[in-house]
Nanobody, 117 residues
Framework: QVQLVESGGGLVQPGGSLRLTCSAS????????LSWHRQAPGKERERVAV????????YYSNSLNGRFTVWRANDKNAAYLQMNSLQPNDPAVYYC??????????WGQGTQVPVSS
């Protein structure tokens, strides 16, 4: 069992930066693939970044244009999402997901990232 808690969301100005943290409890954190997703009001949940268990493999949505960076610290049971050059289309609830195969799939409760206009 893995429990995930996202934090770091908050109001920022367009062009600003924010760092989200996904803190995990439970064992074997380093065996899970992690991903960040976001869901804006009225839209489907969108996967924005993925990082493999060791942190060497990453994937980003093309829509981000290199503005986000994901990394993890397995010794701290944590993963991070650095968001730079925030745009008006970035506001959403951001979720952390941990997955191992098809059997283990865990979600956090999400953290709100509103961007002021």
């Amino acid at each position: 069992q893995v429990q995930l808690v996202e934090s770091g969301g908050g109001l920022v100005q367009p062009g600003g930066s924010l760092r989200l943290t996904c803190s995990a409890s439970g064992s074997s954190f380093g065996t899970f693939g992690l991903s960040w997703h976001r869901q804006a009001p009225g839209k489907e949940r969108e996967r924005v970044a993925v990082i493999g268990p060791t942190g060497t493999d990453t994937y980003y949505s093309n829509s981000l244009n290199g503005r986000f960076t994901v990394w993890r610290a397995n010794d701290k049971n944590a993963a991070y999402l650095q968001m730079n050059s925030l745009q008006p289309n970035d506001p959403a609830v951001y979720y952390c997901n941990a997955r191992l195969g098809s059997r283990y799939n865990y979600w956090g409760q999400g953290t709100q990232v509103p961007v002021s206009s």
